[in-house]
Structure formats: C-alpha cells, structure tokens
C-alpha cells in the first residue's frame, strides 16, 4: 500500500512500504492545504495548495520521477483552496472549495465551489445561478471540505461550511 503524507508545509512525502519509510517526491511553490486520489487510478493525485492553485500528477506512483501539472483556478477568490476532491467514477472531474467571504450576494455566484471537468485545463464556479433565487445559490461562507457522492445521478456535491453542511443535488445551479 502506497501512502502518502505533507510535513505542514510545501513537501509531499511517498511511501511504498505501508508507511515505514517515506522519500520525498515533490516540494511545491506553496503550503499544501489539501490532497486528494482516488481509488480507481492510483496514478491520479491532486494537491491543494495556499497560494489558491491546484497541481496534479498522471503518475504519482512513480515517486520523486513523477510529473506535475499547476492549474490556476479561473475565477476563483484570492484565498488558499481548502479541500479538493476528485469524481470516484472519472479522474478528469475534479472539485475544489475555498473559506473565507467573498462578499458577493447571494443572487448570484459566491465563488466558492469550482469544477473541472478537463483536468484541470478549465474550472466553472459551480456556487450557483447568477441572477438565481438567492435561498437556491450557495451563501457567501466559508468552505472547508468537499465530498463528491458517486451513488447518485448526477453525482452530489456535499460541502461543509461554517453553518453546516449543504448539498447539490443538479452539478451546482441549487
């Protein structure tokens, strides 16, 4: 089992032997604040970082040889990414979550819920309808975990605010 692990701070630890040893495999232009594979490729790994981008690898279990995609997160605020997760079912949907308060009213966006369905190449503000019923559109809170639930079509998106915890049930229009 493979197993990974940050030391509070811009480096990625690997470790092929169940977490007996660890080798270092990258060391990112900023702190990590969130990490995220999936069980279907073990190859795919996302990493959140403070400065408000996401860097992914294609090949992660090839250690400190693997290669690394930055990703700038169009639209999104000036703050780190708090969590990332990706789609159980396909590894080029990937969503990510930012805190704070972005201050925008809630009849439109709140820029706090962003989807790629690409890999990363584009990102969607998926916080809701601009124009949209306000008590429909995400509030202007700040996020700290994203789930993504493969049991249902289309797949939810379940966040956790500072208020509790809301759900998409539509791919983020409500």
């Not at 594979?37 to 073990?42: F, T």
């Not at 493969?150 to 939810?156: A, G, N």
């Amino acid at each position: 089992m493979v197993v990974y692990a940050t030391k509070g701070g811009t480096q990625l630890f690997q470790s092929v032997d169940t977490g007996a040893t660890f080798t270092l495999i990258k060391t990112f232009p900023a702190s990590i604040t969130a990490i995220a594979n999936v069980g279907i490729d073990s190859n795919t790994f996302w990493v959140a970082l403070s400065n408000g981008t996401v860097q992914h690898s294609a090949n992660v279990l090839s250690g400190i040889t693997s290669t690394w995609t930055s990703n700038s997160v169009t639209g999104a605020p000036a703050f780190s990414v708090s969590d990332i997760a990706i789609d159980p079912t396909n590894t080029d949907q990937v969503v990510v979550v930012y805190p704070g308060f972005t201050g925008i009213n809630p009849p439109n966006r709140t820029k706090h819920v962003f989807r790629t369905l690409d890999n990363g190449s584009s990102w969607t503000d998926i916080s809701g309808t601009d124009g949209g019923n306000p008590t429909a559109n995400l509030p202007d809170l700040p996020l700290h975990s994203v789930v993504i639930d493969p049991d249902t079509s289309p797949h939810s998106y379940i966040v956790a605010s500072d208020a509790g915890v809301m759900r998409s049930a539509d791919g983020g229009p409500t």
